[in-house]
């Protein structure tokens, strides 16, 4: 069965999602709260959110990774001049989390619990055909200056998700061939 490759306009909105219940930032309708888990290169931005607010964007990037160049193929049987074609690979996305806050340590925490341990999270990616790379590091507390000389608390998260791809192009195939064998008489020579 051939699977649609996930585009950065699907894969976003599951990430907030999926990030949104790990860190609690839901609405009451149980969908992400978009002040509090924000995408980054939203067409509209929000505005800066101030020191005392918890928030947390989010980035979700292809990786350019060796298991991008590795391609399995497959050619079915042909039928009516056409055969399929099945192609898998697998395809790596890089998700980054920047945390900013009071809340941003411990919300850094359960995002990377909800990855590790969360069987809803892991139906969630698996449901977008996506398998969460263990070998992460732990986030990274980096605080950031702000305007007025004040810090900022921050803190930086990432994880690899591989992304199975099925495609099933059809490819036309020759149905048959005729081969002539000429026998050259020699005896005229």
């Not at 391609?71 to 009516?80: E, M, N, V």
């Not at 263990?134 to 702000?146: F, G, H, K, Q, S």
Request: hydrophobic share 40%.
């Amino acid at each position: 069965m051939a699977t649609t490759p996930l585009i950065p306009a699907q894969i976003e909105p599951l990430f907030q999602a999926v990030t949104a219940l790990a860190v609690g930032a839901t609405l009451p309708n149980g969908g992400p709260d978009p002040d509090q888990v924000r995408l980054e290169w939203q067409t509209e931005s929000q505005p800066e959110a101030p020191l005392s607010k918890t928030v947390t964007y989010l980035r979700c990037v292809e990786e350019d990774d060796q298991y991008n160049r590795v391609r399995d193929s497959l050619t079915g049987a042909a039928s009516q001049g056409n055969a399929p074609q099945v192609n898998t690979y697998i395809r790596v996305w890089r998700v980054y989390w920047c945390f900013y806050g009071p809340g941003s340590f411990d919300n850094a925490r359960k995002m990377r619990s909800a990855l590790l341990m969360d069987q809803g999270t892991h139906d969630a990616l698996m449901t977008a055909n996506l398998a969460l790379v263990t070998d992460m590091r732990a986030p990274l507390r980096v605080p950031e200056r702000w305007s007025g000389g004040q810090w900022r608390e921050r803190v930086d998260f990432e994880a690899a998700f591989n992304e199975l791809v099925t495609e099933v192009p059809i490819v036309p195939v020759v149905n048959g061939l005729e081969v002539i064998i000429e026998v050259a008489d020699h005896s005229q020579a």
